[in-house]
Nanobody, 116 residues
């Protein structure tokens, strides 16, 4: 069955870094655009970053551009989110998303907490 399993979340101090990973299985990973979304407590889920199926193009929300980097390894069926210069407002549950036309898959999320 389709699975997206996020990992790498945790507690980090402001200014610190984390790298999230999302391991995919059960579908042809290399055909899907992959995204990261996040949802803070009491807020709606929001887009963070996206990478094309081939990994040749990326896009970011304004709030993370220049601090976060999305990448993928199609051989490993994994997408990454490198997060640098973290701020308290980056605290949220981060979700991995796979999209191909109208088909979307979601992971279960990983908690990122930025606090001193």
């Amino acid at each position: 069955q389709v699975q997206l399993v996020e990992s790498g979340g945790g507690l980090v101090q402001p200014g610190g870094s984390l790298r999230l990973s999302c391991q995919a299985s059960g579908f042809i990973f290399s055909r899907y655009a992959m995204s990261w979304y996040r949802q803070a407590l009491g807020k709606e889920r929001e887009f963070v970053a996206v990478i094309t199926s081939a990994g040749d193009s990326t896009n970011y929300s304004a709030s993370v551009k220049g601090r976060f980097t999305i990448s993928r390894d199609n051989a490993k069926k994994t997408v990454y989110l490198q997060m640098n210069s973290l701020k308290p407002e980056d605290t949220a549950v981060y979700y991995c998303n796979a999209r191909l036309a109208s088909v979307r898959y979601w992971g279960q999320g990983t908690q990122v907490t930025v606090s001193s």
